[in-house]
Nanobody
Framework: QVQLVESGGGLVQPGGSLRLSCAVSGSSSRLVAMGWYRQAPGNQRELVASIGSGGTTNYVDSVKGRFTISRDNAKNTLYLQMTDLKPEDTAIYYC??????????WGQGTQVTVSS
């Protein structure tokens, strides 16, 4: 069974940075399109960044220029570098396959709180 373990969240001031990690176990994510999702209180979970098996990346407009998604296939790990964080980035962040028709079970996510 595939397990997703997100880490790296925390409390940061506006303008700060965080680097999230997602360790994938039980399956190789090397050839799989992956994404970072987030869910703020009262909101639906949304895809904020994705990376294809070949390395092509896409971002939602609200994070373009501030977030960078990357992957280390040797470590079976996905990353999200977040800079210039804003209060509206506050959410629980999750990783998963970028395939609406086939996703693994969600992990517990990692909380990101941006506040002064």
């Amino acid at each position: 069974q595939v397990q997703l373990v997100e880490s790296g969240g925390g409390l940061v001031q506006p303008g700060g940075s965080l680097r999230l990690s997602c360790a994938v176990s039980g399956s190789s994510s090397r050839l799989v399109a992956m994404g970072w999702y987030r869910q703020a209180p009262g909101n639906q979970r949304e895809l904020v960044a994705s990376i294809g098996s070949g390395g092509t990346t896409n971002y939602v407009d609200s994070v373009k220029g501030r977030f960078t998604i990357s992957r280390d296939n040797a470590k079976n790990t996905l990353y999200l570098q977040m800079t210039d964080l804003k209060p509206e980035d506050t959410a629980i962040y999750y990783c998963n396959r970028n395939n609406p028709g086939f996703r693994w079970s969600w992990g517990q996510g990692t909380q990101v709180t941006v506040s002064s």
